[in-house]
């Protein structure tokens, strides 16, 4: 069977190894020209994303290149000491290269410059997909990894809700190493209105920080359309200028280097049509309050390569790919909205609510991240 994964993001090559061991020949198709080398942020990995990645025999390399973080409980103040579980936190740009390698060396094609603009499913079974430059490549099944804006699930179900932007938008530092330390993660916390600050040192002196800010201006985010880290700074300054000094200096010191529009995608009713279907956030883009995005897409991926080695015909593998993966899905989405709006209010009621009840929702949510990140799909 072969497979056209569309998207080499961090699903892609993730499902292309799982695949893989199920005796799948898979190729990874991707729009950009080239691997990008500059897409920054940090990312934390949970620890059921960890356990597929060590499946998949990833696992080492992202902890030789990330370290460890510890996700504390949170307290209307900020972090408490009651630690929750441990993350690997890691550049996003480095974990997408290792899962990238790692599908390279297990001889799995990634071809460049392939933007997906149709797709057609004969009768008779199998896919045709068309690309930007003209090409058309052929396979027994389609997998769209190709993230929140997918074009697969425009071209496969066109009729389906368009993610919605929240409003808030991540911009982050780079990360900095050696940075003397208390010996264990230590955060400092800031909140406005509606914006929030957030730095971490961790025990081993790696430090970021992160703003997440109440931004209603959409941008247009090309390769040289993104507003510019002298944008950001302006914005933070003015968004903190009441903030402890500490802060301010935090981030005149180690200024912007990556920021991320946060979209959110409505629960789809279908994640597949004929011999094609969506994985990671082209199926269930979530706001990043658990951080569990891609952890998602990597549960997606090792159960979809089970189903497949399961079943004889893409349907009712499809099918029960589905069955098995949305509710959960759609509760992990649900629930890290439910955290974003309490820990970042915008509207009068949900001020209101946070005023009132964040001492009792704020242990509710903690306890559904942990429950989230302790969970375990089966894996080949
Ligand atoms: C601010 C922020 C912080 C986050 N933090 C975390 C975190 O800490 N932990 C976590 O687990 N998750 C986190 N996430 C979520 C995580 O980034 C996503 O869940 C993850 O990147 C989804 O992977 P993906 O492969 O589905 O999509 P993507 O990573 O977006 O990759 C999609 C790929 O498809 C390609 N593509 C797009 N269109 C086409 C086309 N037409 N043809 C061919 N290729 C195409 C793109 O170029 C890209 O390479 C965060 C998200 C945000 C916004």
């Not at 696992?59 to 460890?68: F, Q």
């Not at 003209?134 to 190709?146: A, P, R």
């Not at 997918?150 to 938008?169: D, I, Q």
Request: net charge positive; hydrophobic share 40%; charged share 20%.
């Amino acid at each position: 069977m072969k497979a056209l994964i569309i998207g080499c993001g961090m699903v892609g090559p993730a499902a292309a190894l799982a695949l893989r061991r199920t005796g799948v020949d898979p190729v990874i198709l991707e729009k950009a020209a080239g691997p990008r080398e500059s897409t920054g942020g940090i990312l934390n990995f949970p620890p059921n994303g960890m356990a597929i990645l060590d499946a998949l025999s990833c696992g080492p390399r992202i902890r030789h290149n990330g370290y460890v973080k510890v996700r504390y409980a949170d307290d209307k103040r900020g972090a408490t000491d009651r630690p929750l579980y441990p993350f690997i936190a890691i550049r996003r740009n480095v974990a997408a290269r290792v899962l990238r390698e790692a599908a390279t060396e297990a001889g799995i094609p990634v071809e460049f410059g392939k933007e997906l603009t149709g797709i057609h499913l004969p009768a008779a079974g199998g896919v045709e997909a068309r690309f930007h430059d003209g090409t058309t490549v052929t396979g027994d099944v389609l997998l769209g990894c190709d993230g929140v804006h997918s074009a697969t699930r425009r071209l496969l179900l066109p009729n389906t809700p368009k993610p919605r932007y929240t409003k808030r938008t991540y911009v982050t530092s780079r990360l900095q190493t050696g940075v003397p330390s208390a010996g264990r993660d230590s955060r400092l916390t800031y909140r406005t209105a509606a914006s929030s600050f957030i730095s971490n040192v961790s025990a081993t002196g790696n430090a970021f920080w992160t703003a997440i800010l109440y931004h209603p201006t959409q941008f247009a985010v090309t390769q040289h359309g993104e507003p510019s880290p002298k944008y950001w700074s302006a914005i933070l300054e003015a968004e903190f200028g009441d903030a402890p000094a500490e802060i301010l200096r935090l981030i005149r010191q180690n200024p912007p280097a990556s920021s991320h529009q946060v979209y959110e995608l409505p629960p789809l009713s279908r994640w597949f049509s004929g011999s094609a279907c969506l994985l990671g956030d082209a199926a269930h883009a979530s706001t990043p309050y658990h951080a569990q995005g891609f952890a998602l897409g990597l549960e997606d991926a090792v159960t979809l390569a089970a189903c497949l080695k399961k079943h004889r015909g893409a349907g009712a593998a499809f099918m029960e790919y589905q069955s098995v993966r949305k509710a959960r899905c759609d509760y992990v989405v649900r629930s890290a909205r439910r955290a974003g709006w309490l820990r970042n209010p915008s509207t009068h009621t949900q001020k209101f609510i946070w005023k009132l009840f964040a001492q009792f929702y704020l242990p509710i949510l903690d306890a559904e991240a942990a429950r989230i990140a302790a969970h375990r799909v089966p894996v080949l």
